[in-house]
């Protein structure tokens, strides 16, 4: 392997990793995250098979992350004529992963957590203790922010990549 190769496979191996370890701050699990990163940057569709030989991982646990990010709209599947395997393409807009991901965590973590804090708050509605009134306004304040990030979210996901950068640096400055 010439320098070059060697430099690109180094950097490679890197970012997979990398993706691998911040996956799991956005929810997923470490080999989803480099299942993802790895076709990411692939320049063609890749087997499950190959998926296996590059991050040296069983078929179940390939096969079942392939699976769960195409479920997500992360990866596609990519049929071949003449081939009886299935292929592996990720998308690879920005843009598109961020809105992706930012809808997957809405449903998996905002979702429920609104709807904790909605019925708290119902719950202890009535309640005239100092405690239960306290927990209740508690409970309203966080049921409003996190509502009204929720929506400030799909506003962002739902605007074109373009609008969206200018906003923000309007908003930032």
Same mark, same amino acid.
């Given at each position: 392997? =010439? #320098?070059q190769?060697?430099k690109?496979? *180094?950097?490679?191996?890197?970012?997979?990793?990398?993706?691998?370890?911040? /996956?799991?701050?956005?929810?997923?699990?470490r080999?989803?995250?480099?299942?993802?990163a790895?076709l990411?940057?692939?320049s063609?569709?890749?087997t499950?098979?190959e998926?296996m030989e590059?991050?040296?991982?069983?078929?179940? =646990? #390939?096969?079942?992350n392939?699976?769960e *990010?195409v479920s997500?709209?992360?990866l596609?599947?990519i049929?071949?004529k /003449?081939?009886?395997r299935?292929?592996f393409?990720a998308e690879k807009?920005?843009w598109?992963?961020?809105?992706i991901v930012?809808?997957?965590?809405?449903r998996r973590?905002i979702e429920?957590?609104l709807?904790?804090?909605?019925k708290? #708050?119902e719950e202890?509605?009535?309640i005239?203790?100092?405690?239960g009134?306290a927990?209740h306004?508690?409970?309203?304040?966080l049921?409003e922010f996190?509502?009204?990030a929720?929506?400030?979210?799909?506003?962002?996901?739902?605007?074109?990549h373009g609008l969206?950068?200018?906003l923000?640096t309007?908003?930032?400055g």
């Amino acid at each position: 392997m =010439n #320098a070059q190769a060697e430099k690109l496979k *180094l950097a490679r191996d890197e970012f997979v990793s990398q993706w691998g370890a911040l /996956g799991t701050q956005w929810g997923i699990n470490r080999t989803m995250a480099q299942i993802h990163a790895l076709l990411m940057i692939a320049s063609q569709a890749m087997t499950t098979d190959e998926v296996m030989e590059e991050l040296e991982i069983s078929r179940g =646990n #390939a096969h079942t992350n392939l699976k769960e *990010l195409v479920s997500w709209g992360l990866l596609r599947i990519i049929v071949k004529k /003449g081939e009886r395997r299935e292929f592996f393409e990720a998308e690879k807009d920005v843009w598109n992963i961020f809105t992706i991901v930012a809808r997957e965590r809405k449903r998996r973590e905002i979702e429920p957590a609104l709807s904790i804090l909605h019925k708290c #708050a119902e719950e202890t509605k009535g309640i005239s203790t100092p405690d239960g009134k306290a927990f209740h306004d508690q409970m309203k304040a966080l049921e409003e922010f996190v509502g009204f990030a929720s929506k400030m979210s799909d506003r962002i996901a739902s605007m074109k990549h373009g609008l969206a950068i200018q906003l923000a640096t309007k908003i930032l400055g």
